[in-house]
Each structure stands twice: as C-alpha cells, then as structure tokens.
C-alpha cells in the first residue's frame, strides 16, 4: 500500500479526491483503489480494456501521471459529472435576450462545477444607441456586475469558489472601465480579468502613435497608445489585474487558425479555446522521474518520460468519451478537436533534483529541452491513435501543418501527421496545479518555482480540534533523507528571491513546445519601480509569451502568502510561515434529526419558524443547517441569506458556537422588545437567542438549563429523525408543515395555502 509522503497529502486525497458514499463511508479505501477506480473507467472504451487499464493504473502509480483533480474525483464514480475542468462559453450576441441566454449556460455549467471564459468586447459600449427603445446602452461592464452576482449565487450553494475569466480587446471603448473596474475591493470578485492585446496594438505603443476606439465600424475615442498601455500596466501594478493576452499569437500559433476563432481563456489562462471549448487536463509529474537526485549523475529518465507521456494522451484523449457535458454545445465542440492540454508539474523540483538554479539560463535550456522531449512523444503518441481510431474529425492536412506551432515541428513528427493524421488538435498546455502537486507530496506546482521550502500548517479537524505539522517541499525532504541537516545549496532559490526577468525567462522557455498557453504567475517584490514593472510585460512579449501575469503585493489584494522574514537571508528551511487549511464542508445524510422553533416578535404581524437539523459526528451531537420561514416578505431576503451563512458555518465544523454571540450582539437601532423580563436587542438576537437554546439542548454548549429565563420567547415545534407529512413538490423533502394556514416546506421555503 502506498504510504502518502505527508499528511496534507492524505487529507487532500480524503477531502477532494477519495469515493465516499453519500453518508461518507469511504468507498476508495486506499489511494491504489483511487488510481484502480480511475484506470478501469478510462480503459472502457478499449478493445482491450484489462490491458490498458493496467497501463493507466501503471501511469497513475506513484504519482507520476496526475490527472487534473475532476478526472481524479469523477471519473469511474458512476456520478453524471463533467471530467472537463474548465470552458470558455459562446459568444455574447449584443441583444438583451441573447446576453441572458449566455447568463443561463453560463448558470449551468458552473453548477457543475466548471470555471467559465467569456469574451465581453462582443457587448456595445456604454452610452451607445439602442435602436427601438429609445435608450443608452449600459455597456459590457453592468453585465459583468451580473454575472459576477450569479457566480457567487451558485457559489453559495456549494464549497468551491466560481472561477471567471472576462477578456476584452485593447480597442473597446469601454477598455479604460474595464482596466480600472478591480480597483474597487468589492467588485467582479469572482473574475480574473486579461485585456486582448493586439500586435497593432504593440506597434502603436513602440511607436507611441495613436489608437482608436471602435466598436462595430464606429470610432468612439482616440487615445494615445503608450497612455493607455500605461493605464493597463498602472492598474496591474497597484492590484495585480488586468492580466494581458497576446490575441495575435494565440490566433497565428494556433493549431486550429484554419477553423476557429479564439477571443478568451479559460480563468487561469491556460487554455486558450473557442466558444464552448473546453479545457481538459493533466499534468506529468518530473519530480518523480529523475534518477539519483542530488548526485553528480543526477537527470531526468527520458525514456521513462517519453514512455509515459504516450500512455497519458491515451488516457486524456479516452476521457473526451466518457465525460458528461453541462450543455450539448461544448460536447459537440470536444468531440470535433478532441483537445487535451498535457503539461508538468514538479519542474522546480526537478531542476533542483539535477542541480540547476531556476531561472538561470541552463534551467530555461533545460526546461526547453523536457518540453521538446513532451511535445514530440505526445504528436507521435495521438499520431498512433489516429492510425488506430481515426483523426479528429475537422482534421485538415495540409491546412493543420500550415499552422504556426507545427512549422518548427521535428521533421519525424510532420511526416507522420501528413500520413496517419492525428487524433487530437491540440496537445500541450501547462496549468495551475496547487491541489494535485500538494496530493502528489507537495511537489512543486507547474512551472512555478517553489514558493516556501517548508511551513507550519494548522489544521482545523471536523471534530473542532487542531493539528499543526510541518509541510516541507519534496525536494528538501528528498535533500534532508540524503543529507539530514546540511544546508541547502545555492540554487536552491524560491519565489521570494527570483528576479522577474528570471520567471520570464523560464515561461518563455516552456511556450516554444507548448501549443496552447500555460498559467504562470510573474512575482513581482512590493518596492519594484514601475519602470521595471512594465519592463517584465515587454520582455514577455518580446520573448514570445501568449500572456502575462505578474502579483506585486498591493491594497487591494493584499498579499497572497506570507512568508515570515528571518535575519538569516541564506535559502535555508523557512519555519515561520503560518498556514491554516480549513476542512471540507460535512457531507449531509439523507435523514437528519432537528427541531422547528416557533419565534413571535411584538413588532411582527408573523411569527419566525426556525429549523436547526444537526448532525452526529464522532459520537457528538452538532449543529449542521439552519432553516428560517416567515409569510412576512419583510424578512424574506435577510432571512435567505442568514440561512445560508449559518449553514455554511455549521458544515465547516469545528467550534461554531461563536454564531450565538455574534447574533446577540445585534442591536436594532428602531428598538428591541421586552419578552419574559428580559430585553431582547433585535429579531436577530432572539433568533441567536434560539440557536444558543438548541445547542444547549443537544449539548453542543454549556449552558443554565432551557427555561425562557434568558432565552427569548419560542416554543418547540417538532422534534425527531423520521420527518411526517407528504414530500415537498419544490425539493422533494418530507419537511412540508402547516404554517399560518399555509402548508410551508421547511428546507427550501416553497408555500402553498390550502
């Protein structure tokens, strides 16, 4: 059995990753039966199916092949999921109804948990005539606004952030709101945001010439260049957004150029895609594959490297077949190109393993030479899957290896896609992969170098206690089993000592043999002179990069991680890092006890139903949901919302009785009530008042007893785990109660008088 390298690894693998059953009993007992369960599903369509699923079991062993965490989760579970990470949605038409059309599939597929692209240059600009009806328009931005409040709608009905990400052509007229929209704290949270930098664009800056500002043939302003590349560069530099995005490029080096249009990215930049592409992911972990670490022969098995890049495209290209898709559009795009986007994680790490400083020019020749290695296995490898299922089915020869990215293709590689063809369009792509390298014992992510060698991680358990351990990187802990205590080397550097240019240098080095784009995050230090900042976008662009993305500690972001500073500026073990890693939410059983208060408020013609259903965890009794009713529409919205907050609170776990507190500290400037002798502050805090009631009933707190003495006034409904009365017609729940006349579901709030 494998033995996890850390416990954030097991945990990660427990919360994110592990088949449970509904009621959380683990299904995948062992990370083998993890790797076993996701081998099986995608060796299904093999006319060999036991054969390949021992080669995929034999890729996912040890961590060497991390599929991206939706495949890890999903696949083989017999849940309807998509296995596809992330999309990039159909373009916007400029009419009303067709912008709320968008809105809904967007809706959908982040239901299913899929992080969206859009590109909102599509949008007329505000301020511009809109034909029979005789107003403004509102521009792309108020849409943003919208979309941005939908992501956090669906968000809070489940555990995982909304990602977005929101382009727009540097020739909008509405581009200078865009550029400056994140300076609000409060606004379009949920989306990163990259302006469409265009080579006409870049010319106009060098050149610093004019620039114009058009939307649908109309030219709304003239701007100077150079003034508004420093807008863009000006308000990355005070709060890290807009990213940029060379369009150009991206379009000239596209593989497909010859049937698609691409104009955004999924949210981490990766992938660039056409409407209602999707992005599919998976990353080779080089960490794994070099032999005698640390040693003067130290070096990558490319053998082992090549070998194993042909089994993972086999395995991403079988996932195209057996995910399911949010909306029919993006199913019938991924079966047409059949992309995959196969990278790397653990690249620092590697580089480490050999010796190499990451950043230095021998680690960006290094690195290129892996990912030539990559691209050509992987060509070659969807090469043979053509000659055995057929290319993907818009595959054009001569039209495919005109395109930018095959032009300097090895020679082997061209004449065998002129051949055979090739089964998928696009192959190569480097993402974000923070959770699966954290799984795989903390590898380095991407190819990103290493952010902190070592740090404390607090841990808040289920059960409300704490734990604290150490999380070392892989590299050091493979350096301290060779060498115990010794110092780091000199190359060993991290992200908090790299100069820009050197990050630069290492993304440019990786793009060459990359056909899609990669996620790279370009740490800038707080005090870099804005000079130099906008310096780091050139040197990207000059070198050949399809985006750029730099954090420099700010306002508005504040700072992404901390690492605390020591006297000593040698790059040994940093312990001073304080990281605290909260659980995953409970997982809800099908039947839970509870108890339905009824609260009446002087000032309120209705009474308040308050349901608070717990859950049994470790032999405890706890608080898991909060449900509260009232016909009084009054209180509809707060009463909505304070729900869900409580709720997600109490399926957190660990201590919550902190609720109580906060609720009975609310005072209602209009004036409380006297109830029972005691006065009351708010209808908050007698609600507070209630659940403080309840969690001394079960023995969640301590507390005088349940007399109404200090509790506002409220009588108990119903109790018990057998719910009785017929099925809510709304959500299907047996929690349909008689309240006020009015036959009320006490789970979603559906109301029907009789």
């Not at 991290?494 to 993304?507: I, W, Y």
């Not at 020591?566 to 809800?588: C, F, H, K, M, N």
């Not at 059983?589 to 009824?598: H, I, Q, S, V, W």
Request: proline share 5%; glycine share 8%; hydrophobic share 40%.
């Amino acid at each position: 059995m494998t033995r996890f390298a850390a416990p954030i690894s097991e945990s990660i693998w427990d919360m994110k990753y592990r088949l449970k059953q509904a009621d959380g009993t683990p299904i995948d007992l062992t990370v083998e039966d993890s790797w076993r369960r996701i081998a099986r599903a995608l060796a299904q369509n093999e006319t060999e199916p036991e054969t390949w699923e021992e080669r995929f079991y034999g890729a996912l062993e040890d961590f060497r092949f991390l599929p991206a965490g939706r495949i890890t989760a999903g696949a083989g579970t017999g849940r309807s999921v998509t296995l596809f990470n992330c999309f990039v949605m159909g373009t916007i038409p400029d009419d009303m109804g067709g912008i709320f059309d968008m809105l809904k599939e967007a809706a959908l597929t982040m239901q299913q948990g899929g992080g969206i692209g859009y590109d909102f240059s599509t949008i007329r600009p505000r301020g511009a005539d809109v034909k029979g009806v005789a107003a403004d328009a509102s521009g792309p931005l108020s849409f943003m606004d919208v979309w941005d409040a939908m992501c956090r709608t669906i968000m809070s009905a489940g555990s995982r952030r909304g990602a977005m990400m929101a382009t727009m052509r540097c020739d909008h007229p509405d581009i200078e709101d865009f550029i400056t929209a994140k300076s609000d704290a409060a606004r379009l949270r949920m989306f990163n945001m990259s302006v469409l930098v265009t080579d006409a664009f870049m010319e106009a800056v060098k050149a610093d010439g004019p620039w114009e500002l058009q939307f649908d043939g109309k030219v709304y302003h003239t701007v100077e260049a150079r003034d508004l590349w420093n807008r863009i560069m000006r308000a990355t530099y005070d709060y890290a957004e807009p990213g940029v995005i060379f369009i150009d490029r991206i379009n000239a080096m596209n593989n497909l150029a010859y049937c698609e249009e691409i104009s955004a990215t999924n949210p981490c930049g990766e992938q660039p895609l056409p409407p209602y592409g999707a992005c599919l992911l998976g990353s080779v972990n080089l960490a794994r594959l070099v032999s005698d670490p640390f040693e003067p022969g130290a070096a990558l098995d490319e053998v082992e490297l090549e070998t194993l890049v042909g089994t993972a495209v086999r395995m991403m290209d079988n996932v195209v077949d057996t995910s399911r898709f949010p909306l029919p559009e993006q199913a019938q795009e991924a079966q047409a190109k059949r992309r995959i986007g196969l990278g790397v994680t653990g690249l620092a790490d590697a580089l480490l393993m050999v010796g190499q400083r990451y950043g230095s020019e021998e680690a960006a020749r290094l690195t290129e030479h892996w990912l030539h290695r990559i691209a050509c296995a992987a060509y070659l490898a969807s090469v043979q899957l053509a000659r055995e299922k057929g290319a993907f089915p818009l595959f054009e020869a001569e039209k495919y290896l005109a395109s930018g990215s095959l032009t300097h293709m090895d020679a082997d590689v061209r004449d065998a896609i002129a051949e055979h063809g090739i089964r998928n369009a696009l192959l190569t792509s480097i993402a974000p992969t923070g959770t699966i390298s954290l799984y795989a014992g903390n590898v380095s992510s991407g190819i990103e170098p290493v952010f902190a060698y070592a740090y404390r991680r607090k841990v808040l358990q289920k059960d409300g206690s704490r734990s604290e351990e150490e999380v070392v990187d892989y590299a050091v802990r493979l350096w301290r089993d060779k060498h115990g205590d010794a110092p780091l080397p000199d190359h060993f550097v991290d992200a908090q000592t790299l100069a820009p240019a050197d990050h630069v240098r290492m993304q440019a080095a990786a793009q060459k043999w990359v056909d899609s784009s990669i996620s790279k995050t370009i740490n800038c230090p707080e005090d870099i002179e804005f000079d130099a900042f906008q310096d780091v976008y050139l040197q990207a662009w000059e070198q050949g990069c399809k985006g750029c993305t730099t954090y420099r500690p700010n306002d508005v972001t504040g700072s992404v991680l901390s690492v605390s500073e020591s006297a000593d500026t040698t790059p040994e073990i940093d312990r001073g890092a304080d990281v605290i890693y909260l659980s995953e939410p409970l997982d809800r059983p099908k039947a839970l006890e509870g108890a339905t208060y009824k609260v009446k408020w002087p000032d309120s013609e209705h009474a308040i139903y308050i349901t608070i259903n717990d859950i049994i965890l470790n032999g405890t009794r706890r608080p898991f949901e909060v449900f509260i009713n009232s016909k009084n529409m009054e209180h509809f919205a707060w009463t909505v919302a304070l729900t869900r907050m409580i709720s997600a609170v109490f399926r957190r776990g660990g201590d919550v009785s902190f609720v109580v507190e906060e609720l009975k500290a609310v005072f209602d400037p209009r004036g409380g009530a006297w109830m029972e002798g005691k006065y009351i502050p708010s209808i908050l805090a007698a609600i507070g008042g209630v659940i403080e009631r309840h969690l001394i009933s079960i023995g969640f707190i301590e507390g005088e007893g349940l007399g109404l003495k200090s509790d506002p006034e409220a009588e108990r409904m119903t109790a018990g785990e057998r719910p009785k009365g017929p099925a809510c017609p709304s959500c299907g729940q047996y929690a349909m109660r008689m309240v006020e006349g009015c036959r009320t579901c006490m789970n979603c709030g559906h109301s029907k008088c009789s």
